[in-house]
């Protein structure tokens, strides 16, 4: 039997580490001391490449189900969608770009201005004068006939007095260089189709009107998306 182990001591009286008994049988190589498997870059991308996957897999299958959650909403508001969208603004929009082609402007424009009017007024026409003082006339020819007195054709000097009426041909050019005052209110009715505005308007309606015409192909509910206008009773059962 084996004595009892005791700690070696060196020779400056500190002790030394245990030694372990090897108590393997001969030729095995003790557990503790077995060989560890080389470092290995493929091992550890395996791992690496593994953790990854299951990483992706995972976001991706929560992103799918996020994005079908959303298609399943959408899909049960499209019949609001298509309404809000077609009747409510492309129709919207179609509708009022006819009417403004179609409107007028109406209104009254008042005018209040001096009007500049410089130009040559040629009169020639028959008139009655009135005399606003007495007129003399030297070397008239009168003719009378009064009582047993008749003179014909003699030369006399005559006054007409104020306020006689003397009709009398009248031919003359008036220089007219004056300001006019101009007072008034216009009545103003403008149709727009007959404007510059019109194109413009007409362009409109072709730009709204592809995409109104477009809007009639969506389909009213997930339902007909998915099973068409005429949905077999198969299909209705799966789709709401």
């Known amino acids: 039997m084996a004595p009892p182990y005791e700690p070696e001591t060196q020779l400056n009286g500190e002790e030394t580490e245990p030694l372990v008994e090897d108590t393997s049988a001969p030729g095995t190589t003790p557990p503790e001391t077995a060989a560890r498997p080389p470092f290995s870059f493929k091992s550890c991308f395996m791992i690496f490449g593994s953790t990854f996957w299951t990483i992706a897999c995972l976001f991706s299958l929560t992103v799918n189900i996020i ?3 959303a298609v399943i909403f959408l899909g049960s508001q499209l019949g609001t969608i298509k309404k809000l969208v077609k009747d409510d603004v492309l129709a919207g929009l179609y509708a009022n770009f006819i009417l ?10 008042p005018i209040d201005a001096q009007v500049p009017a410089k130009f040559d007024l040629p009169l020639d026409t028959d008139t009655v004068v009135t005399l606003n003082q007495d007129t003399s ?3 008239a020819r009168v003719t009378l006939n009064t009582g047993g007195l008749s003179i014909k054709d003699a030369p006399t000097d005559i006054i007409l007095p104020a306020g006689t009426q003397l009709p ?5 050019t008036v220089p007219v260089d ?3 005052p101009v007072k008034m209110n216009v009545e103003v009715n403008i149709p727009l189709n007959q404007t510059d505005l019109h ?5 409109l309606q072709n730009v709204v009107a592809p995409y109104y015409r477009l809007m009639d192909q969506v389909p009213d ?7 068409g206008k005429t949905p077999k009773a198969f299909c209705k059962s799966l789709v709401p």
Do not use: N, R
Not at 100 to 109: F, G, L, P, S
Not at 168 to 172: D, K, N, R, V
Not at 199 to 203: D, K, L, Q, R, S
């Open 67 to 69: 994005l079908i959650v």
């Open 100 to 109: 403004m082609d179609e409107a007028t402007i109406k209104t009254t424009i």
């Open 137 to 139: 006339i030297p070397g």
């Open 168 to 172: 009398i041909h009248l031919t003359i």
């Open 178 to 180: 004056q300001k006019i």
């Open 199 to 203: 194109t413009p308007f007409v362009g």
């Open 221 to 227: 509910s997930l339902s007909e998306a998915v099973c």
